[in-house]
């Protein structure tokens, strides 16, 4: 019983970690990232479509990407979609394909991007202290003797530091990854 709750216990901060790499890979460097048009929904015969799947993406440049749709025909409903994201960016379509020009950072537009990164790993320590106090609360529920509750918890705080200071190094990866001109 306790092992099966410490092991969903794992489960839900590899998820939460995962989910946290997903946030920061949408915070763009100033380099071209396919990664930026992970959320774009195009609307393609009537049905919203994941961009990803109508388009290869390319990076002809370092900042700049390439979106070579597999119908030309969806070109326009492509292009439509980019602008209705709010990326920040505007796309230049060419007849064949749709480019994107990613402009350099400014240093003040650099710090605020640390400071959302920030913000992202905040959030992902949240919900690692969420997670915590549900699988405490699991271990208290399923009566077990004193003893093996303690050390329970005593793992579930040791998973919670080690997933933590993972937190840290992923933040300050960015955060280096950001500042680099």
Not at 2 to 20: G, H, T
Not at 67 to 90: H, M, R, V
Not at 99 to 128: F, H, Y
Request: with cysteine.
């Amino acid at each position: 019983m306790e092992e099966d709750i410490l092991k969903e216990f794992e489960e839900d901060l590899k998820v939460s970690i995962e989910s946290l790499e997903g946030r920061l890979k949408k915070i763009n460097a100033g380099r071209a990232n396919p990664a930026i048009l992970d959320n774009v929904m195009v609307n393609y015969y009537g049905s919203p479509t994941p961009l990803k799947s109508l388009v290869t993406i390319s990076i002809p440049e370092a900042r700049q990407l390439q979106i070579k749709p597999f119908d030309k025909s969806s070109l326009a409903n492509i292009e439509k979609a980019i602008f209705e994201a709010d990326l920040g960016y505007t796309p230049t379509n060419d007849g064949e394909c749709i480019r994107i020009n990613i402009p350099p950072l400014t240093e003040d537009r650099r710090k605020e991007l640390v400071k959302q990164a920030k913000a992202s790993c905040e959030e992902g320590r949240v919900a690692i202290r969420n997670q915590r106090r549900d699988a405490i609360e699991k271990i208290k529920n399923a009566k077990l003797p004193e003893d093996v509750t303690n050390k329970s918890e005593e793992r579930i705080q040791t998973l919670v530091d080690k997933y933590n200071k993972k937190i840290d190094e992923i933040l300050e990866s960015k955060t280096k990854d950001l500042m680099s001109v």
